[in-house]
């Protein structure tokens, strides 16, 4: 406005002519397309940080995603506040392929990791990850708790098989619940994480790994909002994955008898291919559990996953205290999901929505909710290119999700038709190689099992749960051709080598872990 009226005032005379007059309305109509241009969104030259909250073993069983027995407040408020990703997908089903495959934008068929015990350097070496990237920009990356792969609850206290380039500092919380490990019940005599087992803890929130890990987090932002220095600050949970320990409290939120577990029967398994059959049947001491004991193993997840809740609000709260919330972008996931029973299974690891679906939910200055959540199928590969995007940073060049920015500014044209998951499954008769995608509407897995490809097709409109198998039905012909080919695509992109990634390392061997030291208490 300035500059304008000491531009008229200056060609007074000029403007007076009729010409001068058809450039001034044209003067006019440039300088609002020039304002109007510069106000979209993330054009501010104000950097924003970054507040990365990742739970483990976290399905979509909480309030913000239609769950009517979740009590997670925190959570909700913060999808109420920011947009959420309802049909969000992981890369792999797996903690440390799934980790890695986020902390680089890259699929699991690029990082060379599929198995647990992989440090991310063992297979792409040169990759520039999540927070190594931020820290080349200038800003402080700090890790509070997992963030890259742990065998939880083994590696808690410790740096597990963390990556250090990607930090500046680390915190590695350890407290009441791992000095407690010898109290815990469970399926097995002796427990690991991999075996169901749960705890109703004495003491507070703050004397838990998560709790104390909230705490140092929020120490954090007390220290940032004081030096005003940039960061990307990540505070990774170790629950709701096995062992299920919270306070007392927490378990004492819920009715157990609210709770029920589908049943699932021999015969179901013959509509599926054998690698499909073998995964929700891998773990012996997991089937055919007695009802009750079903029920309460349920009522201890949800009992963790509140407490979990609880303590992603008391960071969220320090955000607000600090007055960061106003500058920084916030970012809750989960590693995968998790299966409470569906097809008969428990945990993760097979390629059915309750294990590839996650929460997503994005927070903060400029992202719009108005237009409703997102339904549109998008991947956590999407996380890294987004925050680039969002920081008006450069994207390196080997990341192969894409941004979803679009989506902030109240656009609903999806960004992609699918969201890709895979897994190796491994059967007394050899290995079964599986790919999946979900769309808006349906889902197609495909095996490679003993030289034959089969094919698993569910429609969610009719059958959201995936229990009916309709590959090869002729009234889905037409479907399954489409998609067949949308995943052929799909799996040759995410095996191509990507562009200015460097070495990549094929047949890596996992660290081997040595005989296991039983908890006793101290």
């Known amino acids: 406005g300035v500059t304008l009226n000491v531009i008229i005032k200056k060609h007074k005379s000029f403007f007076i002519s009729v010409n001068a007059m058809k450039f001034f309305n044209l003067f006019i109509i440039v300088a609002l397309a020039a304002t109007i241009t510069s ?40 999808a109420k506040e920011g947009l959420l990703f309802t049909n969000a997908h992981v890369q792999y089903p797996l903690c440390g392929p799934s980790r890695v495959s986020f902390m680089t934008g890259l699929y699991p068929d690029q990082t060379k990791s599929k198995v647990l015990r992989l440090y991310v350097r063992q297979t792409i070496p040169d990759v520039v990850t999540l927070g190594q990237k931020f820290r080349t920009e200038n800003y402080h990356s700090v890790r509070v708790g997992k963030i890259y792969h742990y065998q939880n609850p083994r590696d808690i206290g410790t740096a597990g098989h963390d990556d250090s380039y990607t930090w500046d500092r680390t915190v590695n919380p350890y407290g009441r619940d791992k000095k407690e490990e010898y109290k815990l019940e469970g399926l097995k005599e002796v427990l690991n994480g991999g075996v169901l087992s749960w705890h109703e803890a004495d003491g507070s929130d703050e004397e838990q790994t998560d709790g104390i890990g909230a705490t140092e987090t929020m120490a954090f932002l007390d220290e940032f909002a004081a030096s005003g220095e940039h960061f990307f600050l990540a505070y990774g949970l170790y629950r709701p994955h096995v062992p299920f320990v919270a306070p007392k409290a927490y378990f004492d939120m819920y009715d157990i008898d609210d709770f029920s577990v589908p049943e699932s029967s021999e015969a179901y398994l013959q509509t599926l291919p054998q690698p499909a059959a073998r995964s929700v049947r891998a773990k012996k001491e997991q089937l055919n559990l007695d009802p009750e004991l079903a029920k309460k193993i349920k009522h201890a997840y949800y009992a963790t996953t509140s407490f979990v809740d609880a303590q992603v609000g008391r960071v969220l709260d320090k955000l607000k205290e600090t007055g960061l919330d106003k500058n920084t972008i916030v970012v809750f996931t989960s590693d995968h999901g998790y299966h409470l029973g569906e097809h008969g299974h428990w945990q993760k690891q097979t390629l059915f929505n309750d294990a590839t679906r996650v929460p997503l939910i994005f927070a903060g200055p400029g992202i719009k909710s108005n237009k409703g959540n997102v339904d549109a199928p998008v991947e956590l590969v999407d996380i890294y290119p987004t925050l680039m995007d969002m920081m008006q940073m450069q994207t390196p060049q080997f990341v192969q999700g894409n941004s979803l920015m679009p989506y902030f500014d109240g656009a609903r044209e999806p960004i992609r038709k699918s969201a890709l998951t895979e897994l190796e499954v491994y059967t007394p008769t050899g290995l079964g190689k599986g790919y999946t995608i979900k769309t808006k509407r349906y889902r197609l897995t495909q095996w490679q099992y003993k030289g034959q490809t089969h094919y698993e097709l569910y429609d969610h409109k009719f059958d959201a749960a995936e229990l009916n198998n309709i590959a090869d039905k002729p009234d889905y012909a037409a479907v399954q051709d489409s998609l067949t080919r949308l995943i052929q695509n ?33």
Not at 493 to 511: S, V
Not at 513 to 518: A, D, Q, S
Request: hydrophobic share 35%.
């Open 490 to 522: 799909r799996i040759t992109a995410a095996k191509e080598t990507p562009n200015g990634l460097g070495r990549q390392i094929d047949f890596a061997k996992p660290w081997r872990e040595p005989k296991r030291i039983l908890p006793k208490a101290k």
């Open 39 to 78: 106000s979209k969104a993330y054009k501010s030259t104000e950097k924003h940080n970054v507040l990365f909250i990742v739970a483990d073993d976290l399905n979509c069983a909480l309030g913000a995603y239609g769950d009517s027995l979740a009590k997670t407040p925190n959570i909700d408020r913060l």
